[in-house]
């Protein structure tokens, strides 16, 4: 019923740039925080930014000033600047999205991920 698609990943050297999408899809009614997560080999998943349907945003502290997220309401898309990305930056990222579907109620859907390597 809902699909959350991503697109973006990469690799890229050290000190560069890329920029995630995620588009969501299917019988949405509205969403409300929409955010990207990581995981690591061998660690666990990780919440690098979200943002609110009003468009607040937060980041974790590692990635403050060089990740930017931001979102197309109209077009039910949340996108991840990253810049000056760093090795340990390397992760694959999920979009994660809370939507409430029409006639259901409100879920947490996922995306499938996207590889991001960052090599030194």
Same mark, same amino acid.
């Given at each position: 019923?809902?699909?959350?698609?991503?697109?973006? /990943?990469?690799?890229? !050297? =050290?000190? &560069?740039?890329?920029?995630?999408?995620? $588009? +969501?899809?299917? @019988?949405?009614? *509205?969403? %409300?925080?929409? /955010?990207?997560?990581? !995981? =690591?080999? &061998?660690?666990?998943r990780?919440?690098? $930014? +979200?943002?609110? @349907?009003g468009? *607040?945003? %937060?980041?974790?502290?590692?990635?403050?000033?060089r990740?930017?997220?931001?979102?197309?309401?109209?077009q039910?898309?949340?996108?991840?600047?990253?810049?000056?990305?760093?090795?340990?930056?390397?992760?694959?990222?999920y979009?994660?999205?809370?939507i409430?579907?029409?006639?259901?109620?409100?879920?947490?859907?996922?995306?499938?991920?996207?590889?991001?390597?960052?090599?030194?």
């Open positions: 019923q809902v699909q959350l698609v991503e697109s973006g /990943g990469g690799l890229v !050297q =050290a000190g &560069g740039s890329l920029r995630l999408s995620c $588009a +969501a899809s299917g @019988s949405i009614f *509205s969403i %409300n925080a929409m /955010g990207w997560y990581r !995981q =690591a080999p &061998g660690k666990w990780e919440l690098v $930014a +979200a943002i609110t @349907s468009g *607040s945003p %937060n980041y974790a502290d590692s990635v403050k000033g990740f930017t997220i931001s979102r197309d309401n109209a039910n898309t949340v996108y991840l600047q990253m810049n000056s990305l760093k090795p340990e930056d390397t992760a694959v990222y979009c994660n999205a809370e409430w579907v029409a006639g259901i109620g409100e879920y947490d859907y996922w995306g499938q991920g996207t590889q991001v390597t960052v090599s030194s």
